[in-house]
Nanobody, 121 residues
C-alpha cells in the first residue's frame, strides 16, 4: 500500500511555470510505476505523464510534450512534474497515481487527492 499526497498547485499566468510534487508514504516506493493525470471541469480525466519504476522510461501526452518533465527521487519517496510554458487549457485538478503491477492508467489502484492548477490568460 502507498499513500500519495500532491502539492505545488496554484494560480499562474499563461507562459509561467509550476512544479508539482507527489510525496508517498508506505514501503517499496521504488517498485511503483508513477504518473500524473488531470481533470478539467466538465471533461474526462486524462493522462498527462508517467515514469517507470527505474526512471528509465517516461511518457507524455501529446498536449504537454516538450513543456512538461517528470522525475522521481526514490530516496525522498517523491515524484515531480515540472510544468513550463503553461497554457489556460492546462487548468485542471492534477492527480498523482501509482501502480505496482503495470504502467499507470485510469485503472491504477493508488491515487492522491489532487491539487488544483489554474492558468490565467
Amino acid at each position: 500500500q502507498v499513500q500519495l499526497v500532491e502539492s505545488g498547485g496554484g494560480t499562474v499566468q499563461a507562459g509561467g511555470s509550476l512544479r508539482l510534487s507527489c510525496a508517498a508514504s508506505g514501503q517499496f516506493f521504488s517498485n511503483y510505476d508513477l504518473g500524473w493525470f488531470r481533470q478539467a471541469p466538465g471533461k474526462d480525466r486524462e493522462f498527462v505523464a508517467s515514469i517507470s519504476r527505474n526512471g528509465g522510461t517516461t511518457r507524455f501526452a501529446y498536449s504537454v510534450k516538450d513543456r512538461f518533465t517528470i522525475s522521481r527521487d526514490d530516496n525522498k519517496n517523491t515524484m515531480y512534474l515540472q510544468m513550463n510554458s503553461l497554457k489556460p487549457e492546462d487548468t485542471a485538478v492534477y492527480y498523482c497515481v501509482a501502480d505496482w503491477e503495470t504502467e499507470v492508467s485510469l485503472r491504477a489502484p493508488f491515487w492522491g487527492q489532487g491539487t488544483q492548477v489554474t492558468v490565467s490568460s
